[in-house]
């Protein structure tokens, strides 16, 4: 059984893209043509080498920005605004998720590498406001991105978290690897399954899972 596994948990830490949302809204895919535009401007470069950058800073740092910012010594706020002005129109709600997500006993955040405006858009959009604690974007990292351990630990030590006591869910297998090794229970969100050591559960479907636990 699924729940006993979590009896010890009273703080829940979130991401936000592909994890609070279905991959299939494709959300980032707006995302990553307006990081590309970004690049375009910024580095004066032409589409595909910009591409190109886009896919190799967020294979090396974690992110995108954390590369420009590292390589290019990019100011991240104007950066951070412009690519995420995108269209959530085509976004559901999801009365089942928010009824579980209320549910969970004790405190529940929500830990982007996005910026926290952002997040609290998609919330919105998803019929998920108001059901989380605190909000935090990668700003509140001093920019730093997950999977760095040392973004995860400043997170945790402004929110109070007790990892000993705390569970992630989260979309992308890297992510998941530092709060492993700091204590946390770690569940995978995602279509496939990832094998790795770090990771306790695998879902494809956060509301049914939540289920099991509420």
């Not at 294979?59 to 002005?85: C, K, R």
């Not at 997040?119 to 700003?139: C, H, N, P, Q, S």
């Not at 297998?173 to 969100?189: D, K, S």
């Amino acid at each position: 059984m699924v729940k006993p596994a979590f009896n010890h948990v009273s703080q829940w830490v979130f991401d936000l893209d592909n994890t609070l949302y279905p991959p299939h809204m494709r959300l980032f895919d707006q995302i990553e043509v307006l990081m590309t535009d970004y690049v375009v401007d910024a580095l004066r470069v032409d589409r595909p080498e910009a591409d190109r950058l886009r896919s190799l800073y967020w294979q090396q740092y974690g992110t995108t920005l954390a590369g420009l910012m590292a390589e290019h010594d990019l100011d991240p706020d104007p950066y951070l605004h412009a690519v995420h002005q995108v269209d959530l129109s085509h976004m559901q709600p999801d009365p089942a998720l928010a009824a579980h997500i209320g549910a969970l006993p004790g405190r529940r955040i929500v830990y982007t590498n996005g910026s926290a405006p952002y997040a609290e858009r998609v919330l919105a959009a998803r019929g998920l406001t108001g059901l989380f604690d605190a909000i935090y974007g990668v700003e509140h990292a001093e920019y730093r991105p997950k999977p760095d351990q040392a973004a995860f630990e400043t997170i945790f030590a402004r929110d109070g978290i007790r990892t000993d006591r705390a569970a992630m869910f989260e979309d992308d297998p890297r992510n998941l690897a530092a709060p492993h090794a700091m204590g946390m229970r770690t569940v995978h969100v995602a279509p496939d399954p990832h094998e790795a050591d770090h990771i306790h559960h695998h879902t494809d479907d956060l509301t049914a899972f939540l289920a099991l636990l509420t």
